[in-house]
């Protein structure tokens, strides 16, 4: 096995149609996270991302994305935002973990969304997590027969709430598409205002996120588009989400809403309104992501496992470098599978949201900076 590396901006056609192929090959990379597209969009933004090409006889079998620092600790690329990771390559592509980090001149490789199928990193995952789907089946008769259907459970609270938002303050349409630049950035005013109210670290307040984001939405390839799709009521946005697909896979990524239509469930709404219309768009899968959340439980068809871990060389920055983050990621796990913590962890995390929103002026009130 042969390994060259490449900056994000070196990636030629001949690659990138290549890395699609095996894309093609094989279901479990399919999703569009694992495009070339996203880890080209990442490096725009990340100078050490770094993509490694496996070559078989001189042909290009396997593509791994990764940022790497000076110190030579690598991560997948996109950590943190990624939901989906992997080295993807084509069918009975096999390759040694140890050789792959020489090659890369990585002490060590950190992941935490990794496809379960990366047989040579298993050994080195320290947890296998759940990461819920839906399994979307085309149908043309319409939203409402659709949801009554596939959520016999939701579909009468749902539709209930969607006609009252229809009353309350005008008819409901959705945009499975939307073009406009202007419902991104309010999607992000939203999503940010959302992260401080609940504690959470604020993604968009790093601009090289908001403009990852604007980036994304531009591009339209067959193996990735960035699709915003965005719910009115009347003339107003009520809720809006963004994310990526693939031919066949969409990735639920950034979902917000108003809070003051809070009380129709907007959240609910824009899950079901997106899976709907993403099936008639030809996607076969929606993921949720890694996550325990209720509607997440209320929509799966049935769940993938994703893993976390630190693939290693033997080296003094590898072992400083663990020491640091498995601390960190056990305690995290820790209270995400026990009820018990996460409750009194969420109401903490609420308290410190309130806090700080109240002692400063919302910064997205004039909205996440533009490109």
Same mark, same amino acid.
């Given at each position: 096995?042969?390994?060259?590396?490449? &900056?994000?901006?070196?990636?030629?056609?001949?690659?990138?149609?290549?890395?699609?192929?095996?894309? $093609?090959?094989? !279901?479990?990379?399919?999703?569009?996270?694992?495009?070339?597209?996203?880890?080209?969009?990442? =490096?725009?933004?990340?100078?050490?991302?770094?993509?490694?090409?496996?070559?078989?006889?001189?042909?290009?079998?396997?593509?791994?994305?990764?940022?790497?620092?000076?110190?030579?600790?690598?991560?997948?690329?996109?950590?943190?935002?990624?939901?989906?990771?992997?080295?993807?390559?084509?069918?009975?592509?096999?390759?040694?973990?140890?050789?792959?980090?020489?090659?890369?001149?990585?002490?060590?490789?950190?992941?935490?969304?990794?496809?379960?199928?990366?047989?040579?990193?298993? /050994?080195?995952?320290?947890?296998?997590?759940?990461?819920?789907?839906? $399994?979307?089946?085309?149908?043309?008769?319409?939203?409402?027969?659709?949801?009554?259907?596939?959520?016999?459970?939701?579909?009468?609270?749902?539709?209930?709430?969607?006609?009252?938002?229809? /009353?309350?303050?005008?008819?409901?349409? *959705?945009?499975?598409?939307?073009? $406009?630049? &202007?419902?991104?950035?309010?999607?992000?005013?939203?999503?940010?205002?959302?992260?401080? &109210?609940? =504690?959470?670290?604020?993604?968009?307040? &790093?601009?090289?996120?908001?403009?990852?984001?604007?980036?994304?939405?531009?591009?339209?390839?067959?193996? *990735?588009?960035?699709?915003?799709?965005?719910?009115?009521?009347?003339?107003?946005?009520?809720?809006?989400?963004?994310?990526?697909?693939?031919?066949?896979?969409?990735?639920?990524?950034?979902?917000?809403?108003?809070?003051?239509?809070?009380?129709?469930?907007?959240?609910?709404?824009?899950?079901?309104?997106?899976?709907?219309?993403?099936?008639?768009?030809?996607?076969?899968?929606?993921?949720?992501?890694? =996550?325990?959340?209720?509607?997440?439980?209320?929509?799966?068809?049935?769940?993938?496992?994703?893993?976390?871990?630190?693939?290693?060389?033997?080296? !003094?920055?590898?072992?400083?470098?663990?020491?640091?983050?498995?601390?960190?990621?056990?305690? /995290?796990?820790?209270?995400?599978?026990?009820?018990?913590?996460?409750?009194?962890?969420?109401?903490?995390?609420?308290?410190? =949201?309130?806090?700080?929103?109240?002692?400063?002026?919302?910064?997205?009130?004039?909205?996440?900076?533009?490109?």
């Amino acid at each position: 096995m042969d390994v060259t590396i490449h &900056r994000a901006d070196e990636l030629t056609a001949a690659l990138r149609a290549a890395w699609h192929t095996a894309m $093609d090959e094989s !279901p479990e990379y399919a999703n569009p996270f694992l495009a070339p597209e996203f880890a080209t969009g990442i =490096g725009r933004y990340r100078a050490g991302t770094r993509i490694a090409v496996l070559r078989e006889g001189g042909e290009p079998v396997g593509f791994l994305p990764y940022e790497r620092n000076a110190f030579g600790v690598g991560r997948a690329v996109g950590l943190g935002l990624s939901d989906c990771q992997a080295l993807v390559h084509r069918p009975g592509c096999t390759w040694d973990a140890q050789d792959l980090l020489k090659a890369c001149r990585l002490s060590v490789f950190e992941f935490d969304h990794l496809v379960e199928e990366q047989k040579p990193f298993g /050994r080195y995952a320290t947890g296998l997590f759940a990461s819920p789907v839906i $399994d979307l089946k085309p149908d043309e008769s319409g939203y409402e027969p659709w949801l009554r259907g596939a959520y016999p459970g939701l579909s009468k609270t749902t539709l209930k709430k969607e006609r009252r938002l229809g /009353r309350d303050v005008g008819e409901v349409r *959705f945009e499975f598409d939307e073009r $406009d630049p &202007r419902m991104l950035r309010r999607l992000m005013r939203w999503k940010s205002a959302q992260y401080r &109210r609940t =504690g959470r670290m604020d993604r968009f307040a &790093r601009p090289w996120i908001v403009d990852l984001v604007h980036h994304l939405h531009q591009v339209r390839e067959e193996h *990735f588009t960035g699709v915003l799709s965005v719910l009115y009521a009347g003339d107003r946005p009520v809720a809006a989400h963004f994310g990526p697909r693939s031919r066949t896979v969409l990735a639920a990524w950034f979902t917000a809403y108003d809070p003051e239509f809070h009380r129709y469930s907007p959240g609910l709404i824009m899950h079901l309104r997106t899976a709907e219309a993403a099936a008639r768009h030809g996607v076969t899968l929606l993921d949720l992501g890694r =996550g325990d959340k209720e509607y997440k439980d209320w929509l799966k068809t049935r769940e993938l496992r994703v893993a976390e871990g630190f693939a290693t060389r033997p080296h !003094p920055v590898a072992a400083a470098h663990q020491l640091w983050r498995r601390p960190v990621r056990g305690l /995290r796990n820790t209270v995400n599978a026990h009820p018990g913590l996460r409750a009194p962890a969420d109401r903490l995390l609420k308290t410190v =949201g309130a806090v700080r929103t109240s002692r400063r002026p919302d910064p997205g009130a004039e909205g996440p900076r533009a490109r």
